[in-house]
């Protein structure tokens, strides 16, 4: 009697092992499965809102700084904080990109410096991909943010503007 009560509680034991260790075998599939999810391919841009194309200029016209600013100033405070600028600075992209062909080609960016552009262009295409925008230096917050306070001003905006879109 004793012993067969001890065999079953080791039963018991053991299929409720046996059942935590299916359980956590599914927990690991279902990690090893979410994992096996492609990376977003290189060059594709992510989707941004708002629409830019309603913004973007008239082609051979310089995209105004003040509306560029607004769109990137998401909660309307007068200035764009790093977490505004990495939520929105791909709209600069798709606002540069003139010729709509998601891809900044050296005259879409004439104010930019040689060094900058060859810098940017990972693969040496001669063109920046949407990637590449978003991995270079010159979008990343900190370049726009000169005196590092950790918000960018409109005036710190247009020398930037100017800096990729010339004066
Ligand atoms: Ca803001
Ligand atoms: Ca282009
Ligand atoms: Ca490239």
Redesign the pocket.
């Known amino acids: 009697m004793c012993l067969l009560s001890l065999y079953d509680t080791g039963d018991a034991v053991m299929t409720y092992m046996r059942t935590m260790i299916v359980a956590l075998a599914a927990v690991a599939a279902g990690v090893s499965l979410a994992r096996a999810q492609p990376p977003p391919r290189p060059g594709t841009p992510p989707q941004i809102e708002p629409d830019t194309k309603s913004l973007r200029p008239p082609p051979g016209q310089r995209m105004a700084a003040a509306d560029v600013f607004e769109l990137l100033?998401?909660?309307?405070?007068?200035?764009?904080?790093a977490a505004?600028w990495r939520e929105r600075k791909m709209a600069l992209f798709y606002l540069l990109d003139a010729d709509n062909d998601i891809y900044l080609e050296r005259g879409e960016v004439p104010g930019m410096s040689e060094e900058v552009f060859v810098a940017a262009d990972l693969d040496h295409d001669g063109r920046l991909s949407g990637f590449e925008f978003n991995q270079a230096m010159f979008t990343q917050f900190e370049t726009a943010d000169r005196d590092r306070a950790g918000t960018v001003t409109f005036e710190q905006f247009e020398q930037y503007r100017k800096r990729i879109s010339g004066p």
């Open positions: 100033d998401v909660n309307g405070d007068g200035t764009v904080s505004e």
